[in-house]
T-cell receptor, first 110, second 114 residues
């Protein structure tokens, strides 16, 4: 089993739709969790850190489920500008290295 | 302020050659990371520096890869005897230095080995 696995894409959704991505991780000692956004041929940019209590930033909501070892990202009212690849990233206990999933490509269609 | 910068943005080389990739982190960031991203994959960790020292080099694939950060700022990733399989985007990131701090990525160097 890979350390970090994401929903296979691509996700093609109409503008205004709600879309959810899941990401599972295998290391139960993982401590920090992140969602990054990566546009085509660009660097990853942090979208959100994911906290145990869940967190929301505008149209974006991130959740962590430690018991089932997964994190999720919910995007409400999708915009064309949300089209990108979404990467989840995890770092283990005491480890600075981030382990990334392969990413899920989202295309928001007019 | 200025973000992480990387040079060159593109590098084409021939199999067997030596290459150096440079990273200039955000000013004041003590932690610096190198990752490698192949097409269709997420970034893969290579090495992490805290100050001048390599704190974790467990991701370096073999001894052809080496990285330095002599003054605790700019870092250079060095690849000897390049192979076609080394072709990828090499990403550098920096952070303030604590475990929870956000890693900010540079634009990457796209390395193509012919």
């Amino acid at each position: 089993r890979k350390e970090v696995e994401q929903d296979p894409g691509p996700f093609n959704v109409p503008e205004g739709a709600t879309v959810a991505f899941n990401c599972t991780y295998s290391n139960s000692a993982s401590q920090s969790f992140f969602w990054y956004r990566q546009d085509c041929r660009k660097e990853p940019k942090l979208l959100m850190s994911v906290y145990s209590s869940g967190n929301e930033d505008g149209r974006f909501t991130a959740q962590l489920n430690r018991a089932s070892q997964y994190i999720s990202l919910l995007i409400r009212d999708s915009k064309l500008s949300d089209s990108a690849t979404y990467l989840c990233a995890v770092n283990g206990a005491g480890s600075y290295q981030l382990t990334f999933g392969k990413g899920t490509k989202l295309s928001v269609i007019p | 302020g200025a973000g992480v910068s990387q040079t060159p943005s593109n590098k084409v080389t021939e199999k067997g050659k030596y290459v150096e990739l440079r990273c200039d982190p955000i000013s004041g960031h003590t932690a610096l990371y190198w990752y490698r991203q192949s097409l269709g994959q997420g970034p893969e960790f290579l090495i992490y520096f805290q100050g001048t020292g390599a704190a974790d080099d467990s991701g370096l694939p073999n001894d052809r890869f080496f990285a330095v950060r002599p003054e605790g700022s700019v870092s250079t990733l060095k690849i000897q005897r390049t192979e076609r399989g080394d072709s990828a985007v090499y990403l550098c990131a920096s952070s303030l230095g604590s475990l929870q701090d956000t890693q900010y990525f540079g634009p990457g160097t796209r390395l193509t080995v012919l």
